[in-house]
């Protein structure tokens, strides 16, 4: 599963395409992810074991980077079906443990422009219903 990660400056610039893509559209979600970043050698770094610590293993002696990844998710995972319509787009880049910080300034400021047309959901309309039928009941 070896797949070219985007350099971060890079992936904010495809970030802001992936959220113009979706507003053009009038729908769609875009979906960000982070996680641990596997180790990449083939021998990954043994940690320390320490006494009393069930969970000894997943304290590495340095910092791992993060791998952040952004999709449109093409398709539906927990239905198991796969959305025609939509062209699956996914970005990632890689994040060093040192540069987490100014990193998830940017990441911050671009997912909030990418929000910025995003209207407020009318509860109204869910409210009435409720009452009609506390009514009728």
Not at 50 to 75: F, K, Q, Y
Request: aromatic share 6%; hydrophobic share 30%; net charge positive.
């Amino acid at each position: 599963m070896g797949r070219d990660h985007l350099s971060n400056d890079e992936f904010f610039t495809q970030l802001v395409n992936l959220f113009e893509h979706n507003r053009k559209k009038g729908h769609g979600s875009v979906y960000l992810t982070q996680k641990r970043l596997s180790f990449e050698s083939s021998t990954p770094p043994t940690p320390t074991k320490v006494a009393d610590d069930p969970l000894w293993d997943t304290h590495p002696t340095e910092p791992l980077p993060i791998l952040i990844r952004a999709n449109n998710n093409g398709s539906d995972k927990r239905k198991g079906t796969e959305r025609k319509d939509v062209e699956k787009i996914t970005v990632s880049t890689v994040v060093k443990p040192d540069d987490l910080d100014a990193f998830f300034v940017r990441y911050a400021e671009a997912c909030r422009a990418g929000m910025s047309a995003l209207k407020k959901r009318d509860r109204k309309k869910g409210k009435k219903d409720k009452k009609k039928k506390k009514v009728a009941a």
